[in-house]
């Protein structure tokens, strides 16, 4: 998951490097998912609802400290590909709500290489996106009054796969073209030979994930939350 790792080193380079930097980019990038949230919860849900949804968001997971480590939140978060990647995710679910109904290609385009990026994020991320890819296009298939188009499907999946070689492309400028593609599809790859699985059986990601006690783990959040 090599873009988050980019973009933070951008942004290095323009405000110096450090924790206050990091946390203000955080900060910036927790309000952009409030707000995709808000979007998206209020087309199903009422403004309780969504209000509710997001009370529950901020006060559980965006500023947890519930456990020793600090880092497992949303403004100094262990894993930023997980966090950029739940943007990207957000981005997706809010635009497909006006794919059907919006004859501009911009947004098929938009859509695709945000699901593009996703594809070579996190593998969480990649495979909740090819979920949500997948249930639309099988929520359109089988209701006839709401189909896309071909035409919007051929353009959506041609900006994913430009997407994809365009971070190639641009890495492949600073490394060789082998080790750009092992590193795009790195967890990809480990997923496929079994050393993912192997990588998460283990004792150090188990305990800090919270997966070797997962009811304990879930009651300390209800706490916290409470």
């Known amino acids: 998951a090599p873009l988050s790792i980019y973009w933070n080193a951008a942004w290095f380079r323009l405000l110096g490097v450090g924790y206050p930097t990091l946390i203000v980019l955080n900060l910036f990038t927790l309000f952009f998912i409030i707000f995709l949230l808000r979007d998206w919860l209020r087309g ?12 529950v968001f901020l006060t559980v ?7 020793y480590f600090g880092n ?17 995710l957000l981005c997706i679910l809010c635009l497909l709500k006006r794919w059907e109904n919006s004859q501009k290609t911009a947004v098929s385009v938009f859509i695709g290489v945000l699901f593009g990026l996703a594809i070579i994020s996190k593998i969480e991320i990649a495979i909740s996106a090819i979920a949500i890819i997948f249930s639309y296009f099988a929520a359109q298939f089988f209701d006839k009054k709401k189909s896309i188009g071909r035409k919007k499907i051929v353009t959506f999946t041609l900006a994913a796969c430009l997407s994809i070689m365009s971070v190639l492309l641009l890495l492949s400028q ?11 599809f790195h ?3 480990l997923m496929f030979n079994g050393k993912l ?3 998460n059986k283990s004792y150090f990601v ?10 304990g783990n879930i009651v300390i959040m209800f706490a916290y939350g409470v």
């Open 61 to 67: 997971f965006a500023f947890c400290r519930n456990f």
């Open 206 to 215: 188990m305990h800090n994930m919270g997966t070797d006690n997962v009811l």
């Open 197 to 199: 699985s192997v990588l």
């Open 72 to 88: 497992f939140n949303y403004i100094t978060p262990y894993s930023h590909p997980l966090v950029h990647g739940l943007a990207m």
């Open 44 to 55: 199903i849900g009422g403004r309780f609802a969504t209000f509710m949804s997001i009370c």
């Open 174 to 184: 600073i490394m060789p073209f082998e080790n750009a593609v092992s590193g795009v």
């Open 187 to 189: 967890q990809w790859i």
